[in-house]
Each structure stands twice: as C-alpha cells, then as structure tokens.
C-alpha cells in the first residue's frame, strides 16, 4: 500500500472547497484508501450545536471511496493529473447505519475497500464499503455504489 499523505487530493475528486470533504490521503492502492478529515467552523454540514451531520458523513464516504477509482485514471508517475478531469455520482446507497456524529475540531478517519468494479469506456461503476471513525470510535459505516466518467480533454 503506497503513502501519499501529501498527496492533492483535488486531482481526481471533482470537489473544491466548501464541499471538499477529505483533507489528507492516508494510504492508498487499487482496493483500498484511508483518508483524514478535520471538521472546521465554516464547514457546510455542521449544524447550531456544532456536529458533523449525517449528510457530512455520508459526503466524506463518498469522496474517500471515489478516491480508489478516481486513482486508477491517471499513471503512477503522473498523479498530478494534468488535464485529466473526473466527475462522479453516487448511483446507490445500500446500507447506512450511523452510531454516533462529530464535533466540530475533530478530525475523522475514513477507510474504504473496493467490493465489485466494472470499467467501460472512459467510466467506472463500483460498489464500496466505508466505515468512518474518531478517536477509535466507529462513527458510521455504509455500502454504496459510484458512477465514476473521465471527462473530455479540451
């Protein structure tokens, strides 16, 4: 499993601030991710008593998961993605079960493996497992299934 904490993760995900919902690429391969999030004051999905919501949570499953197919667009030596652009969808949410919600200041952890892919021309449909936790503190877990399209090259 490679290390790319220092990786953009802005490359292959579609997502710019305020929505962007992963900070840092833990660890990644062609199966597997593990991001890290910190939730600030100004982020979009904490609500008055200064939680994390379920929308958030499910947003930063998403975005680590996508992560892993977003990847496998662009070579090994060339993870700065130029020109490469990518867009994606979340087709399906099969399972969700929420057990508690963050704080604001906290900083989550999300691990993600591929279960099922299947590659066409210039797209990727796949399903993802997703567990998300803080402070060793399993916050939600779900399956869902991503529709990942490579863009056109202007």
């Known amino acids: 499993m490679n290390n790319f904490q220092s990786l953009d993760i802005t490359k292959f995900l579609p997502h710019r601030a305020p929505f962007l919902m992963v900070d840092h690429v833990i660890s990644i391969d062609d199966e597997h991710v593990t991001t890290s999030f910190k939730i600030k ?9 200064n939680v994390f919501n379920e929308v958030g949570l499910i947003e930063n499953a998403a975005q680590t998961c996508s992560s892993i197919v977003g990847k496998s667009y662009f070579e090994e030596d ?68 991503l529709f990942i399209q490579e863009m056109p090259k202007s």
């Open 78 to 145: 060339d993870l700065e993605g130029e020109g490469t652009k990518l867009i994606g969808f979340i087709s399906a949410i099969k399972k969700v079960t929420l057990f508690a919600s963050p704080k604001i200041g906290e900083t989550i952890i999300s691990k993600a493996n591929l279960k099922s892919r299947f590659d066409a021309d210039h797209y990727s449909i796949c399903t993802l497992e997703c567990s998300i936790s803080s402070s060793n503190k399993e916050l939600l877990s779900c399956e869902m299934n």
């Open 41 to 49: 004051e100004d982020c979009i999905f904490t609500d008055e008593n």
